[in-house]
């Protein structure tokens, strides 16, 4: 299988377009403020259209439909939470990081349980990141995959490097503003891709909808409390856990806040960006569940590595190199590369502005010379996107790359939700309070992650499902630290 020149005409021009206009902002004069925060000069559309970018990476652009031929809707109950929890970040999240003014997300821990709250918070905040890069740069490599046959670590490798540089070199400017233009191009080609697969169907969307609805495919999973299983009500508290911490304490999203010209900017920009990505998650499980139905009544189209459900994250770069018209093809791969592309670039230069702001600025080198930040901002990004790097390589073989990622979210994210929680709910001024609530915490993850290993060694089998381990973590560290703050309080009464 090969790539038509018109094809390759487009994805070229594509990515010749981004990393040029990344590299472009290298040789503007800008400050390690303009860098992470834009200056306080981008626009609320703009922005807006950049905090869904973020929101869809290649994780909603390839693993949402392979989720939906997998199985079901189960997964698109995490969309429903979305505005529940953006009403909470535009209400209390958003006023409280303009009142900050920093450019890090962390220093308000600081500011109420002192440095050690700040650095636990931005060392779960890399991990989690280094997770989801891993993640979406394996999903950008399957469909070059399935068009070249590369392997999928060469892929990975050449492709990392590529955004890497585009990501380092441009800021947090260039990444906004590229961010608007590649949501238009993948919702663009989504939609393109909806409407091809329907006019495939002999009887198009009603013919769908009927083996969809046979094989129980629109399912948004059991209404049961069974909270073993991935039920509706899981992934409903699972999903709103997730997006307070995305909207509340994720240095993607706050950089944003403060980036935007006003407090009034920064919430239009929360709202546009969430609320978009409701009927655009919603597309892609539509998409997802059309190609289902377009196998099932053409099973000789699909080859016999990719006829089992264990490959489904592959159906959709198969479907997309194999099935679409020329010109078509070449918009689909450059979508995919822009929705990863726009979440890559975000992560490393929030990741960047992490290191710098809640590491060198603070105890390695406290006394930085203002010339030298750009250069730890460069050295950052690329350190992070070679680590990216090997772990998209360690993705490689997963079955399911969104399991995958919901899983390794929980555990990484440490509860860091938890401890804002604290912060900003109670008046505990004390250090003991959410260092015990941490700890417990971390050992609730802990159980719940590892607790099949845990059971053969003699501790109890927590018998719940393994996503809710950001829900029960964040919770325990509230819970906790609220009652020692309490105690402790009683204590100095008498």
Known sequence: MSLSIIDLGIFLVYMAGIVGFGISYYFKKRTSTDYVTGGGRLPAWALGM?????YVSSISFLALPGNAYQSNWNAFVFSLSIPFATLIA???FVPLYRKIQSPSAYAYLENR???????????????TQMARMGAIMYLLALPMH????????????FTGLGVMVYAMLGGIEAVVWTDAIQAIILITGAVGCLILILWKMPEGLEQVLAIAIRDEKLSLGSFSFDWKEST???VLLYGLFINLQNFGVDQSYIQRYVG???EKDAKKSTWLGSLLYIPVSLLFFMIGTALYAYYQINPQLLPLELSGLDQSDKIFPYFIVSSLPKGLTGLMIASIFAAGMSTL????NSSATVILEDHFKKYITPNLPKKS???ILYGASFTMGLISIGVALAFNGVQSALDAWWALASIFSGGILGLFLLGFLTKIRSNIPPLIGVLTGLLVIAWVSLSDMLSSYGFPKLAVHKNLAIVLGTTAIFLVGFFVGAFIKSLKKY
């Open 50 to 54: 950049s905090i869904f970018a973020t």
């Open 90 to 92: 535009v209400n209390f």
């Open 113 to 127: 349980f002192g440095l050690w709250a700040r650095i636990y918070a931005s060392f779960c905040y890399l991990l």
């Open 146 to 157: 399935a068009l070249f046959g590369w392997s999928i670590s060469t892929i990975i490798v």
């Open 232 to 234: 509706f009500w899981m």
């Open 260 to 262: 935007a010209r006003s």
């Open 345 to 348: 670039s975000t992560s490393i």
């Open 373 to 375: 930040e750009m250069n």
